[in-house]
């Protein structure tokens, strides 16, 4: 079985940073795609990031300049470095493997295992 567990949200002032760690367990880790979406209350789970086996990742416009995704292999972890937050940046994060080993996807269709989640929130 496979288990998603997302940790390091938190309360920060806007231009504050946050790293997010995703740990999984169960099946390949290194042969899937992995991706970070976030939702805001009352809006719909949207992309955020998402890093290949080969370590390419892929932002969202919005976040381009001042997110990080990356993994360790070794530790079947994924992280995201989030710089210079905004605001609009406060949702609760999930993190997510992709269905298909390789298979690169920005919908929430494109991913089958998730995180429960881990909130953060931006103060102007």
């Known amino acids: 079985q496979v288990q998603l567990v997302e940790s390091g949200g938190g309360l920060v002032q806007a231009g504050d940073s946050l790293r ?61 470095q989030m710089n210079s937050l905004k605001p609009e940046d406060t949702a609760v994060y999930y993190c997510a493997r992709s269905r298909y080993a390789y298979r690169y996807g920005t919908g929430t269709n494109d991913y089958n295992y ?5 909130q953060v929130t931006v103060s102007s």
Request: a positive charge; glycine letters at 10%.
């Open 20 to 80: 997010l760690s995703c740990a999984t367990s169960g099946g390949t880790f290194s042969s899937y795609v992995m991706a970070w979406f976030r939702q805001a209350p009352g809006k719909e789970r949207e992309f955020v990031a998402s890093i290949g086996s080969d370590h390419t990742p892929t932002y969202t416009d919005s976040v381009k300049g001042r997110f990080t995704i990356s993994r360790d292999n070794a530790k079947n972890t994924v992280y995201m």
């Open 114 to 118: 998730w995180g429960q989640g881990t």
